[in-house]
């Protein structure tokens, strides 16, 4: 589907911090899409490695490839919250700087969202080693889900994510360091939109140990965060919502 004459732009957000390792395989997943209708935003977040120069290789070579610096290290809130700004697709999909997209990706997911009409759509995504290797593990997910149901399974993941800005409007990520695609997620849950899953792996996440992903204490102290200081939940929901997040989160690693 490389005639975008009849086709939605998709606007891709990709944050970029010391990322020299994996973003050259990041954005050829990009440039290996079936989908020929997008334009990628690269928001570089004052790296000290190579980060920048490979990047603006690319923009070089692509038209459809935009990079944009930030003049002081400010987060990934921030660096999404740049490309969101800058972003004029239809859609707009995530994709952080060491994940991968299966070449279909953005065609199947468009299709589906066209088709659908919807709002907020997420995939599958299988889990990938640091070197790349597939671990045979493929996170499964609802087809669909709501506010409340987010709020006690933190299923969805930010890599597989499109969202329909026509239907949602330009909303910006909450201007936390970390767990701010959650906040994000449930701000647009809130408002009553439920965001619909395809039972396909469509992207690929890359475990990499010593990140501030791979580390579960501090995941979970961040969404205890966001119940208590963002959502405003009382403590005895909150309560409810952790431990339920909590079981739901021992389920997805099994």
Known sequence: MNDTSNTP???????VYNAEKHIQSCIDSILSQTYGNWELFLVDDCSSDKSLSLI???EEEYHQINVIQLKENSGAAVARNTAIEAASGKYIAFLDSDDLWVPTKLEKQVNFMEEQDIA???????IIDESGNDL???????????YEGYLKNTIIGCLTVMLNIEKIGKMKMPLIRTRQDFAFWLSILKKGHIAYGIQEPLAKYRYVEGSISSNKFKTAKRNWYVYRQIERLSFFKSLWCFVNYAYNGVRKRA
């Not at 732009?9 to 944050?15: A, D, G, K, Q, R």
């Open 56 to 58: 603006k290789q690319y």
């Open 9 to 15: 732009l998709v606007s891709i957000v990709t944050p």
């Open 136 to 146: 045979g593990k493929v996170v499964n997910i609802p087809d669909n889900i709501d």
């Open 120 to 126: 907020f759509s997420f995939t599958k995504y299988s």
